[in-house]
Structures are given as C-alpha cells and as structure tokens.
C-alpha cells in the first residue's frame, strides 16, 4: 500500500486521512450522545484533540531535540511528518481523564467518542505496520548527471536514500539544500536524486543557479521511477536497507529530523 493517496490535485498520507476519520466518527457519536443525555461532550472533545497534536509534535521535537537546535526554525514546518502518535495519544487521555474527574455526568458523553477515534487510529497504523512487505530496490537504470549510468539495483551493501522531485515543486525546492547537506554528512548512505519529467540540460542549469553540488542526480524524462514506486505526488523519499528492502517512504516535504527518523529504520 502505498503511504499517501491522491485525493484531486492533494496528496494526503494515509495517517492524516485516519485522523481525519476518527475526528469525524467521534463527533458523530458525540453529537447523538449529547442529543440522548442532553450532555454535550463536544467541547472537551475538541479540547482533547488540540492537546493529543501539541504533545504528539512535542514528543517528536524532544526525540530529536538535537537536530532541531541546530536548525530552529524547522520546529514550526509541521509539514514534514514528524509527529509521535502513541505520545499524543497518552497525553489526550490524560487530560481527558483528569477533566472528567470533575465532571463525572459527561463520562460517557466524552469516553465514548475518545474511544471511538482513538480504536480508529490504532487500527489505522496497525493496519499500515502489518502491510506485506514491499518490492526490493528495482533494476532500473537512469542518466546521471556528469557521470556514467546509474544502476539503482548496483546501490544494494549499504542504505539508499531515494528522492523523487522535480525543479517546479515547491517542496521539493525547499528540501533540496538540506538532503544535500544530508548527504555529505552521511557518507554511510548513498542518496540518489532523481529528477522526474525534466531533461538534463534544465536540471544542470537548475543546481548551478541553486549553487548546489550533489552526487547521484538522476534524470528520469518518461517518470519510470514514479511508475515503478507507485508514488503519489512530489517530493517522494523512499528508504531502502542493505538488503535493498524498502523500509520507509514519506511523500512530502521533510525536514532533517524527519529525515534522521526514517533513517534509524534502516538498522
């Protein structure tokens, strides 16, 4: 399955649709409860809400607490999927808890529909966990920039950082210094850019006005890697093992945080 869907000219992760139907399915059942019991937990449900996505990016700005003091302003880029669900979780269950210890009449009015979404959202990631696992780093094989053709499948011995992007997408713009960045700091992972839909002559144009110097740009005119991953939208960055198993993939922009966490996968 694949990580994110394409709703229209939107590419949503599979995540944020679960979230987004556990917060529809719990005010619905909220909704019929207050009308049966004249209590309406709507409010403290919404309260609960807030504070399970504050504590979920909290917990993810405390995991990586390091990267993210070194580039601070990447703290508000809620865009690049760093987020710990079970720490926003817990933390809306403990608020909620201690607010109905005051309110013991508007219990079920609230633990109903918190139970509901939160039944919803476990399912949701179990279910994406307990995926089969995916194809192996595929023999393909593409122009690369300044140098000989590139096999992907010849990457196989150590991790493989594979991005999928183009020069008229925004994000993919924006995270472009910082996966360039990633790649002279990991010199133990082979990143491979491969630029979709575009000829080599306005990609090389492109870096050189970016004053960027990356290694392993690929060009890819007929998008064979988008077919061949299945991908859904632009940027699209797949992290493959030794083995050449791929074992993370985040479409959307990623901040060098994000980055790190998709990469201890690869261990």
């Known amino acids: 399955m694949n990580e994110a869907v394409a709703v229209g000219p939107f590419v949503l992760p599979w995540t944020f649709l679960h979230l987004m139907v556990a917060v529809g399915a719990s005010s619905m059942v909220a909704t019929v409860l207050a009308r049966r019991r004249n209590l309406d937990g709507g409010p403290l449900l919404w309260r609960s809400l807030v504070v399970a996505l504050v504590f979920a990016r909290i917990g993810f700005l405390y995991q990586y607490k390091e990267l993210y003091a070194e580039h601070p302003w990447s703290v508000f880029n809620i865009r690049d999927g760093g987020w710990s669900p079970a720490v926003g979780l817990i933390a809306m269950w403990m608020y909620a808890t201690f607010r109905l210890r005051a309110l013991p009449a508007m219990r079920i009015s609230?633990?109903?529909?918190?139970?509901?979404?939160?039944?919803?959202?476990?399912?949701?990631?179990?279910h994406l966990a307990l995926q089969p696992p995916a194809q192996p780093l595929p023999r393909l094989?593409?122009?690369?920039?300044?140098?000989?053709?590139?096999?992907?499948?010849?990457?196989?011995?150590?991790?493989?950082?594979?991005?999928?992007?183009?020069?008229?997408?925004?994000?993919?713009?924006?995270?472009?210094?910082?996966?360039?960045?990633?790649?002279?700091?990991?010199?133990?992972?082979?990143?491979?850019?491969?630029n979709q839909g575009e000829d080599a002559a306005h990609v090389s144009k492109w870096l050189r006005a970016q004053q960027l110097e990356m290694r392993n740009v690929a060009i890819d005119e007929q998008r064979a890697a988008s077919a061949a991953f299945k991908q859904a939208g632009y940027p699209t960055t797949l992290l493959f093992d030794a083995s050449g198993r791929l074992v993370a993939k985040r479409t959307g922009e990623l901040s060098l945080p994000a980055l790190?966490?998709?990469?201890?996968?690869?261990?």
């Open 141 to 194: 094989q593409f122009e690369r920039l300044g140098d000989e053709r590139l096999d992907l499948a010849s990457l196989r011995g150590k991790p493989v950082v594979i991005n999928l992007w183009a020069t008229w997408c925004g994000p993919c713009v924006r995270e472009m210094p910082m996966l360039a960045d990633a790649q002279r700091r990991r010199p133990n992972v082979s990143f491979v850019f491969i």
């Open 110 to 126: 609230a633990a109903v529909p918190l139970a509901l979404g939160t039944a919803i959202i476990v399912a949701g990631q179990m």
């Open 260 to 267: 790190e966490a998709m990469l201890t996968k690869a261990h």
